[in-house]
């Protein structure tokens, strides 16, 4: 069965990292896009990120550009999202997602049809 767990997720202090994993199971990554997602309280779900599992394609919302970065660890089936300079906005429980794909791109427009359980981010002092 197909399953994506999320882990990484904290408190951290404005301008602080952190640093998210998705870890995929019951499917291969060379078949799919994973994207990331975030929901802040009373917001509507965000996307962030996604990268192509075969290629290594990425594309990031325009606002968050420069400060997260999505990879992948193919022999760890598991794709990362890096966060570093955060701030109080980016508060948030933060989704992984699966998407069925083999083409070489990715964006937020993919159809992702597999969700994790989520992580929650909380940026305070």
């Known amino acids: 069965q197909l399953q994506l767990v999320e882990s990484g997720g904290g408190l951290v202090k404005p301008g602080g990292s952190l640093r998210l994993s998705c870890a995929a199971a019951g499917f291969i990554l060379d078949y799919y896009a994973i994207g990331w997602f975030r929901q802040a309280p009373g917001k509507e779900r965000e996307w962030v990120a996604c990268?192509?599992?075969?290629?290594?394609?990425?594309d990031y919302v325009d606002s968050l550009k420069g400060r997260y970065t999505i990879s992948r660890e193919k022999s760890k089936n598991t794709v990362f999202l890096q966060m570093n300079s955060l701030k109080p906005e980016d508060t948030a429980v933060y989704y992984c997602?699966?998407?069925?794909?083999?083409?070489?791109?990715?964006?937020?427009?993919?159809?992702?049809?597999?969700w994790g359980r989520g992580t929650q981010v909380t940026v305070s002092s």
């Open positions: 997602a699966a998407n069925e794909w083999e083409g070489d791109w990715c964006n937020e427009n993919n159809q992702y049809e597999h």
């Open positions: 990268i192509v599992g075969r290629s290594g394609e990425t």
